[in-house]
C-alpha cells in the first residue's frame, strides 16, 4: 500500500489519517449501537407483553367494615350543614380485574340546622342505606364509584316540639318520606386493607312546598373502609 503513494507521500499521509479516523469513530459509535438494540428489545417486550402479569389476579368476593363522617343539609338557602356519623358494610363482587358491582347497607344520619329567625332549631334524620353501585379500577389501589341509594326512614327528629299532638321532638311519619339517592364516590388503598373514601350524596323527593321541612338533601361524605379479605393477597 505504501509503495502505490511512494510517488507522493504527502497522499499516503493523508491517506493514513483517514483511515485512523474511522477506526476512531467506529470505537466511540459502537457502544451506542449495542445500547440500542437492548433497549429495542426491551421495548418489545413492553410493547407486545411477552411476560406474565404477575398482577392480574383479583378477588371476586370482598366484605368491607366502614364508617363515615357526613357532612349535610338540606338542599336550601336556610339551613346550615351539620357534621354527623354513619356506619355500615358493603359486598363487593368483581366481573373483571377493572370492574366490579357493590351493595350493601349503611346505617346513615344526616344532621343540619334552621337559620330562620322563627327558627334555630336541628334536626337529624336517620335512615338505613341500601346502595346498588359500578366500581371501575383503574388501578389495584384506586376505583371510582357511582350508583344509586334507597333510603328508608326510621326517624326524623328536632331538638325541639315539632308533633304538638303528642308533645314530641319526632315529626309525624308523613312528613319525611323514603327515597332515592344519587351518588358520586372514589375509593384509596392506604394501608394494608384500610382505605379511605370521599362521596357525594344527593336525594330528592317532591313534598309541600309552603313546608319548611323537605326531602331534598345532598351530602359530602369521608370514610374509612376496613377489607375483611386481603384484595392484595391472590386467592388459593
Same mark, same amino acid.
Given at each position: 500500500?505504501k509503495a502505490?503513494?511512494?510517488?507522493n507521500p504527502?497522499n $499516503?499521509?493523508?491517506?493514513?489519517?483517514?483511515?485512523?479516523?474511522?477506526i476512531?469513530w467506529f470505537?466511540?459509535? =459502537?457502544p451506542f449501537?449495542?445500547?440500542?438494540?437492548a433497549?429495542?428489545?426491551?421495548?418489545?417486550?413492553?410493547?407486545?407483553? &411477552?411476560?406474565p402479569d404477575?398482577?392480574?389476579?383479583y378477588?371476586?368476593?370482598?366484605f368491607?367494615?366502614?364508617s363515615?363522617?357526613v357532612?349535610?343539609?338540606m338542599?336550601g338557602n336556610y339551613?346550615n350543614?351539620?357534621?354527623? +356519623?354513619s356506619?355500615?358494610?358493603?359486598?363487593q363482587y368483581?366481573f373483571?380485574?377493572? =370492574?366490579?358491582l357493590?351493595?350493601g347497607?349503611?346505617?346513615f344520619?344526616?344532621s343540619y340546622?334552621?337559620?330562620?329567625?322563627?327558627n334555630q332549631?336541628?334536626?337529624?334524620?336517620?335512615?338505613l342505606?341500601f346502595?346498588?353501585?359500578?366500581r *371501575?379500577f383503574p388501578?389495584?389501589?384506586l376505583? +371510582? @364509584?357511582?350508583?344509586? %341509594?334507597?333510603n328508608?326512614i326510621?326517624?326524623a327528629?328536632?331538638t325541639?316540639? *315539632?308533633?304538638l299532638?303528642n308533645?314530641?321532638? @319526632? $315529626?309525624?311519619q @308523613?312528613v +319525611?318520606?323514603?327515597n =332515592?339517592a344519587?351518588? %358520586?364516590a372514589?375509593?384509596y388503598n392506604?394501608?394494608?386493607? +384500610?382505605?379511605?373514601?370521599?362521596?357525594?350524596?344527593? %336525594?330528592?323527593?317532591?313534598?309541600?312546598?309552603?313546608s319548611d321541612?323537605?326531602n331534598? =338533601?345532598d351530602?359530602?361524605?369521608?370514610g374509612v373502609h %376496613?377489607?375483611v379479605l386481603n384484595?392484595?393477597? &391472590?386467592?388459593?
Amino acid at each position: 500500500m505504501k509503495a502505490l503513494f511512494s510517488s507522493n507521500p504527502f497522499n $499516503y499521509t493523508i491517506f493514513k489519517l483517514m483511515y485512523l479516523s474511522r477506526i476512531k469513530w467506529f470505537c466511540l459509535l =459502537f457502544p451506542f449501537f449495542l445500547s440500542g438494540l437492548a433497549q429495542g428489545d426491551a421495548n418489545l417486550l413492553l410493547q407486545y407483553n &411477552k411476560g406474565p402479569d404477575l398482577d392480574a389476579f383479583y378477588r371476586k368476593w370482598n366484605f368491607d367494615l366502614h364508617s363515615h363522617m357526613v357532612y349535610g343539609n338540606m338542599r336550601g338557602n336556610y339551613t346550615n350543614r351539620k357534621i354527623s +356519623f354513619s356506619s355500615g358494610t358493603y359486598i363487593q363482587y368483581k366481573f373483571s380485574k377493572t =370492574f366490579a358491582l357493590n351493595s350493601g347497607l349503611d346505617y346513615f344520619k344526616l344532621s343540619y340546622q334552621y337559620s330562620l329567625w322563627k327558627n334555630q332549631s336541628y334536626d337529624q334524620l336517620t335512615y338505613l342505606s341500601f346502595p346498588l353501585s359500578l366500581r *371501575v379500577f383503574p388501578s389495584r389501589k384506586l376505583h +371510582f @364509584e357511582t350508583g344509586l %341509594f334507597y333510603n328508608l326512614i326510621l326517624r326524623a327528629q328536632n331538638t325541639e316540639i *315539632v308533633d304538638l299532638k303528642n308533645r314530641s321532638n @319526632e $315529626y309525624p311519619q @308523613e312528613v +319525611f318520606k323514603n327515597n =332515592f339517592a344519587w351518588f %358520586f364516590a372514589t375509593q384509596y388503598n392506604v394501608w394494608k386493607r +384500610f382505605d379511605v373514601s370521599l362521596q357525594y350524596r344527593f %336525594f330528592k323527593r317532591a313534598t309541600d312546598p309552603l313546608s319548611d321541612q323537605k326531602n331534598n =338533601f345532598d351530602a359530602f361524605v369521608l370514610g374509612v373502609h %376496613f377489607f375483611v379479605l386481603n384484595p392484595k393477597k &391472590k386467592p388459593m
